[in-house]
């Protein structure tokens, strides 16, 4: 595996790439790297002769209140691990490097950013397909990879790949989980011991939604409730938002069907999560 900071290299490695006609598959991080990451390292493994990682904590997609400063950063640990699952290069730009000095144009994002996460993150989303976009030009990747635990934000990548005709395709990895339930995400680190039991009861309340649909509850508010009805046992976690959603435009839906998204976010001590789950009638 080999590793690069500027364009420059990134653009030569991608020539020399394309040169022997190999299939490039991008998978976008911020680092601190987990199983989640990885499986998605695993799928553009079997779908690509060259496998390239980014590693940038991103500033435009955290707000002035957000976690930045404190997100977690372990470059060498991030470099073992993807060494170990066959990725062939990554990407570690600086920020001057990704944004330079005067840059301003942005991606904006349409209806579909301005629910659930684009409601409590005000230009987060801006900022996810901004470098998104950089990282789509600057790569040239054949395919690109991102999990459902983010579920919104692979939405409306989807959606900018279609509306600006990005020559690639976008897969989505199924979420990796703990033992427990809890999904993989590195914020998890922020959680102490007993924020983590009270975290699992996000998993639980999806689990919930998805065993009374496949029962035959349709009713999104019945769902809704179902969730909080399990989530007030679990007195540590503050819901920001339970949305029962259209997988395509995530706006509500009156009606719940195969399909349909559940999302939640929620605030675990200090610590920010979201999650989500596809409902199907065969659960």
Known sequence: MIELTTIRELKAWVGA??????????????GALHEGHLSLVDAARGASEAVVMSIFVNP???????????????LARDRALAASRGVDMIFVPSVGTMYPEG????????????????????????????????????????CAWFGQKDFQQATLIRQMVRDLDF???????PTVREAGGLALSSR?????PADREQALGLSRALAAAAAAFGSGVR?????????RAGLAVHPG????????????????????????????????????????????KGL
């Open 188 to 192: 998890n680190a922020f959680l102490s």
């Open 103 to 142: 840059s301003e144009v942005r991606v904006v994002p349409g209806r579909a950013a301005s629910r659930w996460e684009g409601e409590f993150r005000p230009g987060h989303f801006a900022g996810v397909l901004t470098i998104v976009a950089k990282l789509f030009h600057l790569a040239e990747p054949d």
């Open 60 to 74: 435009t997609q955290f707000g002035p209140n957000e976690d930045l400063s404190r997100y977690p950063r372990d």
């Open 17 to 30: 790439m394309r040169a022997r006609d190999y299939r490039i598959g991008l998978v976008p991080t911020m």
């Open 219 to 227: 009713d999104p508010s019945a769902l809704e409730r179902l969730m």
């Open 237 to 280: 976690v503050e819901v920001e938002y339970i949305a029962v959603a259209d997988p395509q435009t995530l706006e509500p839906v009156h009606e719940a069907d195969d399909a349909t998204v559940v999302l939640i976010a929620a605030r675990v001590g200090s610590t920010r999560l979201i999650d989500n789950v596809i409902l199907s």
């Open 167 to 173: 020559p690639l395709r976008v897969e989505v990895v």
